[in-house]
């Protein structure tokens, strides 16, 4: 018990002081005797009238006293000797009080024993007000009011909040209960958020992940991603400002992927998992709405896509054939870890007739090799999610994720003659002339590979980037624990 | 809380706007936009409103003419359905 | 007031006409519809025991304010 926080409530600073409530049986019990003490100071936490019989009795219906004292239990009295605590005991014990008080035949026509009874201040419908009221003052963004005759979903919407699905209201107690998603303090700052490079702090990004249905152990994946999208290397501005219609995506990696329950089987990459649906989201609400990045301004997609609400799945790693992305990116294994990548939304790539690798591989470099233009190397980035039937092919080959990449390099190296401008009939390509060499389809490091999916079906994915590298962007890993 | 306290809400950006519901950005003029007079059906409004429509049209402004069936309730939806897919600005009136 | 809310939220600009009868109410109930301030005109009341002359000079009377309030020159002054 600290000093500060009884200096606040006005306690005396010797004597005793009993905490009690005219809900409690034990409470009500014990009035004759705190009547009968010579000097106590009751404080009372719901009927300003009782207990009978008592000079010093101080209304503590607003539980400010009894959060002071942090009583659980009605009735506590407490022993307060130079301003300090010096004992306390809880409900009715006929002997600990005759010794606690020194005050003897106490209650003498009283039962011998009865517990106490919970205290208001841990009352379930108290929960919420008292968690704004002890820790809300931590909380620094401005208070919006929804007035009384709004609905406070469509006032969410009219104030410009949303993506255009419904959010949760970031009520000061929803904050809260986001915010022990982290040790991280609220004011702490995440990143500076493009396009209109703010400060993004702690609590500005639960305030988001809350609009975005987040549950609070989802938090740590989101500060992890909020802090890989506004790296220079992933260049989110220059991602919302292209036509180009390609988001953020994310794959998340490590332990956390089961904790908070996410989906990396079967429609991984689709809707109906909570933490994959909503995680992606808030990534994207902090940009639009701390970052300022919206649809039609700085946002100039000429098409966009659906997966723009959102993009998050996790890797299917003990399904895969290849160690986890993140362990390829760098990320220590057995570690959580989130990669945000430019991307479109996903294509199928079927092949259910090959069954060696290298046929297969030649399928999924055909796939990828669409991407942007079949015609244009060297530009976009790309990323191909094998499904399990797929990856199976790989595992029993032997092949681990670098292998297949050299093997997709390879088949992807573009004949000239196929993508000069007007090949094909087509005017777009390359301009003719140059060296006679193939040009490679992506840059050194210009698409990554992901294992997800259900272990049904021999349908991979390719989900199309944007411009790679400098200048455009270039996937960013970050780790989850130390957002924890 | 009583049922009529305000809700309140962190605000999740970077609160450069103003924090209270603002009415949307006025054109610099009406020239070329689609204007609609309201009439919430108030006994002396349409004389009022008919007024209102010619001395617009004086400034090369025609309107398109609405009435609510009643002015004790908010408009039907169906008419809210008309107005906001014929109109730029509408003017309300007149509540006595 | 519910009509402006409802229609402003559709894009639609609005202002809405009162008697300075409704000053008050008018005012209130922006409040609890989460305006600090709403683009009205208020006209002299009473308006409803008015002749028809009477009722058009004082539309004649409102008209720049009126059109300043669905207009960005009535900004300032709202």
């Known amino acids: ?484 | 809380m009583a049922v009529n306290d305000p809700i309140v809400i962190l605000d999740p950006t970077d609160e450069s706007a103003a924090d209270s519901r603002t009415a949307l950005e006025r054109p610099t003029s009406l020239d070329g936009l689609r204007v609609g007079l309201l009439d919430i059906s108030k006994a002396r409004g349409d004389v009022f409103l008919d007024r209102l429509a010619e001395l617009l049209a004086e400034r090369g402004i025609t309107v398109r003419r609405y009435a609510k069936p009643t002015f004790t309730k908010p408009m039907p939806p169906d008419l809210r359905r008309e107005i906001t897919t014929h109109c730029d600005v509408v003017i309300e009136a007149l509540a006595d | ?78």
């Open chain 3, 1 to 78: 007031m519910h009509d402006f809310a409802a229609l402003e939220g559709r894009g639609v600009i609005a202002a809405f006409l009162a008697s300075t009868q409704f000053v008050v109410a008018a005012s209130a109930q922006a409040r609890a519809l989460g305006y600090r301030e709403v683009p009205a005109v208020f006209v002299p009341h009473p308006i409803q025991d008015r002749t028809d002359s009477e009722v058009r000079a004082l539309a004649d009377a409102a008209l720049a304010e009126i059109i300043a309030a669905v207009t960005r020159s009535g900004q300032g002054r709202r």
């Open chain 1, 1 to 484: 018990m600290s000093t500060e926080r009884n200096a606040a409530v006005d306690l005396p600073a010797d004597g005793l002081v009993a905490v009690v409530k005219a809900d409690c049986p034990t409470c009500r019990l014990v009035e004759p005797v705190l009547a009968a003490l010579p000097q106590v100071t009751v404080f009372t936490q719901d009927d300003p009238g009782f207990p009978a019989g008592i000079r010093d009795r101080r209304d503590d219906t607003a539980l400010d006293t009894s959060l002071a004292l942090e009583v659980e239990t009605v009735p506590t009295l407490v022993r307060f000797a130079g301003g300090r605590e010096t004992g306390r005991i809880v409900g009715w014990l006929r002997e600990e009080w005759q010794e606690f008080t020194g005050v003897g035949g106490l209650g003498a026509d009283l039962p011998e024993y009865r517990p106490g009874c919970g205290s208001r201040t841990l009352d379930p419908d108290m929960a919420e007000e008292l968690l704004v009221r002890t820790r809300g003052g931590s909380l620094r963004s401005r208070r919006l009011e929804i007035a009384a005759l709004e609905d406070e979903v469509e006032a969410l919407y009219d104030r410009g909040f949303s993506d255009g699905l419904p959010v949760v209201p970031p009520t000061p107690a929803r904050v809260l209960r986001m915010l022990d998603g982290t040790s991280r303090r609220p004011d702490e700052v995440v990143a500076v958020v493009p396009p209109n490079l703010v400060e993004a702090t702690v609590e500005k990004v639960a305030i988001n992940a809350v609009l975005a249905g987040c549950r609070p152990e989802y938090l740590p994946v989101v500060l992890a991603a909020v802090e890989a999208a506004c790296t220079d290397e992933f260049n989110a501005h220059g991602l919302l400002a292209t036509t180009w219609g390609a988001g953020p995506a994310l794959c998340v990696n490590g332990p956390i992927r089961a904790e908070i329950g996410m989906n990396w089987a079967g429609n991984a990459l689709g809707q109906g998992n909570r933490a994959n649906s909503t995680i992606g989201r808030a990534l994207q609400l902090v940009i639009r709405n701390v970052g300022g990045g919206r649809p039609q301004e700085v946002d100039r997609a000429a098409l966009g896509h659906p997966g723009k609400l959102g993009f998050c799945f996790a890797e299917d790693e003990e399904g895969s054939p290849f160690e986890p992305l993140a362990q390829s990116r760098g990320v220590p294994a057995g570690r959580s870890a989130v990669t945000v990548f430019a991307a479109e939304g996903p294509r199928g790539l079927a092949d259910q007739i090959s069954r060696t690798p290298e046929s297969l591989a030649r399928s999924l470099a055909q796939g990828l090799r669409s991407v942007c233009h079949w015609k244009l190397p060297g530009g976009f980035d790309a990323s191909l999610v094998l499904c399990p039937e797929h990856g199976r092919t790989f595992r029993e080959a032997g092949w681990d994720r670098a292998r297949l990449h050299r093997e997709l390099d390879e088949l992807l190296l573009l004949d000239r003659a196929e993508i000069t401008r007007g090949a094909g009939g087509i005017a777009e390509g390359v301009p003719a002339g140059g060296s006679a060499r193939p040009i490679p389809k992506f840059r050194p490091g210009g698409y990554m590979i992901m294992h997800a999916g259900g272990g049904a079906g021999m349908f991979s994915a390719i989900v199309g980037g944007w411009a790679g590298g400098p200048g455009g962007s270039a996937p960013v890993t970050r780790e989850v624990d130390p957002w924890r």
